[in-house]
């Protein structure tokens, strides 16, 4: 059975699921390609990527470039006379060093394409209410998310499951499916196959601060979905008016009820035991939320934390 000499390039825990998975394989990883080291956090404590970590660990030589383009870097790459480039949750990379190796390099991306390119397919399929996603390998081109297909796997998506939930999922299931890809191209068992043509693909956008806000007009379940798909991050957010402040408040779960309230929609109810956002159709009961400033908690601790509810109003 043929060994394929194996470059993989990523950066989080996501691909670092790959990448293992690749090592414990019959294929050589030669080089990991990552994120330059970051320093964050109050004590500008100094963090290296999950990719990175695991290739330390089992002595992978280790690339860091600030630019994918820069000539030494690329000539170090060339020396490794990979077969092969594997990317997982990577960045978007020129045509330079995707043509590099002898058989290309392909992608795992976490959606059935043609739908869902782009940088959020896991909370956009939670957010929309599929009921199945999966994952796809594909040849990178100059195109994004647009290469020619070589396998793909379905995954169902489970009633209420949050997008966090979902990605560990598809995380185990990509890894799996990387290897299968490197085995059928080592054998020469996968034909690859142009994208099916979509007149109107389903698209994943990178989510920005300002598309995370809740909008309560819509009606029940899409709210739901909304926070399920946001959760647990980049995490859906309303905003709070306690007294004169007003405070951004993340939900990360709850429940609904339809119902005819008659109520102006994201108006709130609160008190010592409920806690209730009228939506277009219903009602909607948080259940697990973050007020700025304080720790993700439940409903129970969190109405705990009030004396008072009659200074509280939605923003």
């Known amino acids: 059975m043929k060994s394929l000499k194996v470059v993989f390039l990523g950066t989080p825990e996501f691909a670092k699921t790959s990448l293992e998975a690749i090592h414990q394989s ?30 330390v660990e089992h ?14 870097f690329l000539e170090e790459l060339r020396m490794l006379n990979a077969d092969i480039f594997v990317v997982v949750a990577f ?7 995707f043509e590099m190796p002898r058989m290309g390099t ?43 297909i070589l396998l793909q796997e379905e995954l169902d998506i489970l009633p209420d499951e949050n997008a966090g939930s979902l990605h560990d999922r598809l995380m185990e299931m990509g890894a799996g499916l990387v290897v299968k890809t490197l085995d059928g191209l080592a054998d020469g068992s996968i034909k690859e196959k142009p994208q099916p043509q979509v007149e ?8 920005f601060k300002e598309d995370t806000r809740i909008n309560w007009a819509k009606n029940s379940k899409e709210v ?17 008016k306690i007294g004169e402040e007003e405070k951004g408040l993340k ?18 109810d ?37 004396k008072s509810f009659e200074h509280i109003t939605m923003a």
């Open 59 to 72: 002595n992978i030589p280790v690339f860091q470039p600030e630019k994918l383009r820069n000539p030494e």
């Open 270 to 306: 609160i008190s010592k035991n409920e806690f209730k956002i009228y939506t277009g159709d219903g009602i909607y009961f948080p259940l697990e939320l973050q007020l700025e400033g304080k720790k993700r908690m439940n409903i129970k601790d969190f109405l705990n934390g009030f």
């Open 200 to 207: 109107h693909p389903k698209n994943a956008y990178k989510i």
């Open 224 to 240: 739901h979905q909304f926070i399920l798909g946001m959760s647990p991050y980049p995490a859906a957010f309303t905003t709070l």
């Open 106 to 148: 392909f992608n795992l991306h976490a959606s059935l394409l043609p739908d869902y390119r782009g940088a959020a397919p896991i909370n956009y399929a939670v957010i929309n209410g599929e009921e199945k996603t999966g994952a796809t390998t594909f040849f990178i081109n100059e195109k994004i998310d647009e290469g020619n």
């Open 91 to 97: 960045r978007m990379m020129p045509k330079i060093l």
């Open 251 to 268: 939900i990360f779960g709850g429940k609904f009820e339809i119902s005819e309230h008659g109520k102006p929609t994201g108006s709130l």
């Open 26 to 55: 019959r294929h050589e990883v030669v080089g990991v390609v990552t994120v330059a080291d970051k320093a964050s956090g109050r004590g500008q404590k100094v963090n290296q990527s999950p990719v990175k970590i695991f290739a």
